[in-house]
Each structure stands twice: as C-alpha cells, then as structure tokens.
C-alpha cells in the first residue's frame, strides 16, 4: 500500500507558473448597494492583474411577466428600449464612479431580460469569459444568483466578492487535499501573486481526520498515533510541494489541522477567520456534465458560510 505522500507523488510532474491574468471578464451587476464592493475589489484586481476586457450585465425581470403582473392596462406604457437604455446609462454612471479606467483594457455593458443565472452563464459563454465574478450581500442574494450555482455551472472560474470583504491581498488561503483539484488551486493562487505589486503570503491548509480507533487493533496510544497521522501529512506536504511547486515551495506556508468533529468547511472557515485571509482559493471538480454537479461537498458549504472572505473557484 502507498503511503499519502508516495501517492501524491504519482500525479502531474511540475510546470512553469506564468502571471495570472484576465483575459475576458464578466462581472453581473444587480444596481444596488451590494455592487459597490464588487466594483471596487474589481478596480484593485485589475489594477494588480493584466486585463483584456471586462463585460458587465444586469438582468431584468421579463417584460411579458411584469405586464401580466400589473394587468392590460401595463402593456405599451413603457418601451422595453426605453428601459433597457436607462439601465445602461445608470450602469455606465455606476462604473464610472467606482473603476479607474486602466490601460488597454476593453469594458462594454449590456442589458439582458430573463433568468439572473442562465443569462449571465449565457452571456459568459458567449465571450469565452474565464472569470466570471458576482457580489454577494450577507444572509441574501440580491441578485437571484447564488454562489454555489454560478461556481457549479460557469464555464471558467468563479470570483465571489461578498460586501464585507476588504480589498486587500496580503494573505491567500489554498485549501489542500492533494488532489489534482488543489494542483490547480494552488497554481493559480501562485499566478495571481505573481502578478500583484507587493506579493501576498500563501497558506496551504490540510485539514485531516483522526480515524475512529476503536475499529483498529492497533498496539499504539492515541497520541502516538495522532504523532503517526501528522508525520504522514507532513511527508505528504513535501512530497506534494517537491512534486508540483518546486521553485515555490520555500514561499508556501503550510498548516496542518486535525478534524476533531464533522465539517470541514467550518474548519476551512474558523481559520481564515482567524488567520486574517483576504482570499480563498479552491478547485472545482472540472467541466464534464457529470463533474459539473460535482462542485465538490466543502467548496459549496464555504461558499454558502463564508459572508466576508473572496473566494476564487478555479477550473
């Protein structure tokens, strides 16, 4: 049998890590309070990052429901084009307001009727986005997206930015479970700080559990096995790191947490808390139908907890 770090080491082999960037963007506006950290996180990360365009969209409500809402004497009085251009005026004023406008990068806005989600995963689509980023009030979504949904579904990573984040990258968090899932995660956290003017610390987090040994018959004290338990994901660190990260392993904090109750995502969370992270780095399953309803069990109850931390869903 291979111990955690021999398997670790029978994944990819280590490849060179180039700046993040962001090639097309797509932010969804919902015109309201919730947009005013969203814009201006965005402001910080393209103005740390390389950004080729970014496309902002609003949806409204369908016209044909609203008419039906209010009755007959509703249709005609307003123009779905009337409407539509003074939703793009005000988002036009919004950006304006809350976005530096930096060099070389493209920014078109537009007004979409419909499903909040399916038009923003259309419009995605459409554009090629390969990061898509939506804001996210505490306790609600004000915007008839929610987190884990977009991240399940969008075709590139997911950016969730909630109204109590600070803007600031000092501390990136990357959640390790030595999967090819956590390979991309951590290269992509490394990316970013690649590309920021004063690189930020990078934490990788193992959080494990301590089996039930009562079902094994084992000659070792509970302590001596603990002992036994954290060698092996410490052996499992350094082989992962030696493997994929050679050149960044000596810039990679590493944190290892035993798991005393169910939860790990409360685990994950207690610790950013408490270590101060300005980000959150996780991997998606992947981009098959049947990996798509796979987000992955943690990442969908972080994203669903979390009310303060950005967080970076990579595929």
């Not at 005000?90 to 976005?99: F, G, H, L, N, P």
């Not at 979409?112 to 689509?125: C, F, I, M, Y």
């Not at 909630?162 to 995660?185: G, T, Y």
């Not at 950013?272 to 969908?300: P, R």
Request: net charge negative; glycine share 6%; hydrophobic share 40%.
């Amino acid at each position: 049998m291979m111990s955690l770090s021999q398997a670790t080491m029978s994944t990819s082999k280590s490849q060179k890590i180039e700046p993040f960037q962001i090639r097309q963007g797509m932010l969804a506006l919902e015109l309201g309070s919730t947009d005013n950290k969203t814009l201006e996180y965005l402001d910080f990360l393209t103005g740390q990052v390389p950004t080729g365009a970014i496309y902002f969209l609003h949806v409204l409500p369908r016209f044909d429901v609203i008419n039906s809402m209010l009755g007959r004497e509703a249709e005609g009085m307003i123009s779905n084009y009337e409407i539509n251009d003074e939703v793009v005026t005000k988002m036009d004023r919004e950006i304006r307001a809350r976005m530096s406008t930096h060099e070389g990068m493209h920014v078109e806005f537009d007004v979409k009727e419909g499903s909040p989600l399916e038009q923003l995963l259309e419009d995605a689509k459409d554009v090629n986005a390969d990061l898509v980023i939506i804001g996210q009030k505490s306790g609600v979504s004000r915007h008839g997206i929610l987190a884990k949904n977009l991240a399940r579904r969008a075709p590139g990573s997911t950016l969730i930015v909630p109204d109590r984040s600070k803007v600031q990258l000092k501390r990136i968090l990357v959640p390790i479970d030595f999967s090819q899932h956590s390979i991309n995660a951590m290269r992509s956290a490394l990316a970013l700080n690649a590309s920021l003017e004063t690189p930020a610390e990078v934490v990788a987090v193992n959080i494990y559990e301590m089996p039930n040994l009562s079902v094994y018959k084992i000659q070792r004290t509970r302590a001596q096995f603990e002992k036994m338990l954290r060698k092996d994901h410490e052996e499992a660190f350094e082989a992962f790191l030696n493997t994929h990260f050679p050149d960044h392993k000596d810039h990679i904090r590493i944190e290892l947490i035993m798991q005393e109750a169910p939860g790990i995502a409360q685990y994950l969370m207690e610790f950013a808390t408490a270590e101060e992270a300005d980000m959150i780095v996780m991997g998606a399953k992947g981009h098959s139908k049947v990996e798509l309803l796979l987000l992955g069990s943690v990442t969908e109850k972080l994203l669903a907890i979390n009310e303060h931390i950005p967080t970076l869903v990579v595929k």
